[in-house]
């Protein structure tokens, strides 16, 4: 049963990076083989944040920096840091690792990489809150983003590139709980995938090769996805992974002040919210303004949609992300005294 429960662990604070390069999809889109208008209406996508400046770890990092400072929290004080992303710095070492010096941080740090997509920060989570409730350590970072320099050929409008910090703390009290719904489909593994560049299929020169694929022109190093079928997953696993975990807290949707989703797209998520009877209010979005941006999404949404709404009080929250492997998670949580720093733009 993927049902768990970590407890004695609180979430202090979020922050989160982005580029400054704004992409409004009205010019990028126009540009291409894409109708903007049309586009806009069904992803709720305006615009996206993309640089070839910067690396996932480079966004990541700069918020941890921003987190760290709001919190007080000196630096000998993390003993360890997880990063979750599908574009890591490097095949190895572990990026993990690289951001362990860059930060400064203590040489007994743990760090751990974890590559998934979309569900990745609730795995993250999971990760980071485990060994904190069951190893002794007292402090850790999840930081989750998804950033990768592009070639010019490589035009996805969906994408957006952010980074972003979950500071997680042992409390050891009953009233800090976390409970998880996780879970896989790996015979859907080839409905959103990169053909290319891994041990099953190492890049070659026809791997830079242009094919049509779906319509749409792309080579074997690019991200493939099947719309219809990724379509159809999300809005049925979602939306019965969150009721199953509102079940095993024995509340409805009318319980939880917030439902944090992964921002795959407007349609998605609103067949979603109607499926959990959310109300649009407990349901943020910042897909307007930063597109679908893989396993940052949840906490960017907190972060630049919820700011200014949830550090002062007691705040009930559901998140849920799903997508490639297939995987899904939802987690519930509640804060008190929440830390969210201003957005870093890069």
């Keep these: 049963m993927a049902l768990l429960t970590v407890k004695g662990v609180r979430i202090a604070g979020f922050s989160a990076g982005v580029p400054k390069q ?109 060994v904190l409730a069951g190893h002794g350590m007292k402090r850790a970072l999840l930081l989750a983003g998804d950033a990768r320099k592009r070639a010019k050929c490589d035009f996805d409008p969906l994408f957006g590139f952010a980074g972003t910090v979950t500071a997680l703390e042992y409390t050891g009290l009953e009233e800090d709980v976390m409970r998880f719904h996780l879970g896989t489909d790996g015979s859907g593994y080839d409905a959103i995938i990169i053909p290319d560049g891994g041990s099953r299929n190492p890049a ?36 019965k992974s969150i009721k ?8 409805t949707a009318e319980d939880y002040d917030y439902f944090v989703l992964h921002q795959a797209n407007t349609m998605i998520n609103e067949m979603i919210r109607k499926k959990i009877k959310a109300t649009p209010e407990q349901v943020p979005y910042s897909l307007h303004e930063f597109g679908n941006t893989s396993m940052a999404s949840i906490p960017l949404t907190i972060v630049t949609q919820l700011k200014g709404k949830v550090e002062s009080k007691p705040i009930s929250y559901i998140a849920c992300g799903f997508g490639v492997g297939l995987s899904w998670g939802t987690v519930s949580f509640r804060t008190d005294g929440l830390v969210i720093s201003d957005l870093v733009e890069l």
């Excluded at 586009?39 to 918020?63: H, M, Q, Y």
């Design 22 to 130: 704004i992409v409004s999809k009205i010019d990028s889109i126009n540009s291409s083989d894409y109708d903007a208008s049309e586009f806009i209406e069904k992803t709720g996508i305006k615009e996206v944040r993309v640089s070839d400046d910067f690396t996932a770890s480079d966004l990541c990092l700069a918020a941890a920096e921003k987190l760290l400072q709001d919190l007080g929290w000196e630096k000998d004080s993390v003993e360890g840091i997880f990063f979750v992303s599908q574009h890591p710095d490097y095949i190895l070492p572990a990026t993990s690792c690289i951001l362990q010096e860059r930060m400064g941080l203590s040489k007994e740090c743990y760090a751990m990489d974890i590559s998934l997509g979309c569900s990745g920060w609730v795995y993250g989570l999971n990760a980071a809150s485990s």
């Design 204 to 239: 070659t020169v026809d791997s830079f090769k242009m094919e049509e694929v779906d319509g749409k022109m792309m080579h074997r190093m690019q991200t493939h996805m099947n719309g219809m079928d990724v379509f159809s997953f999300a809005i049925s696993t979602a939306p």
């Design 244 to 251: 199953k975990l509102m079940a095993e807290e024995k509340k």
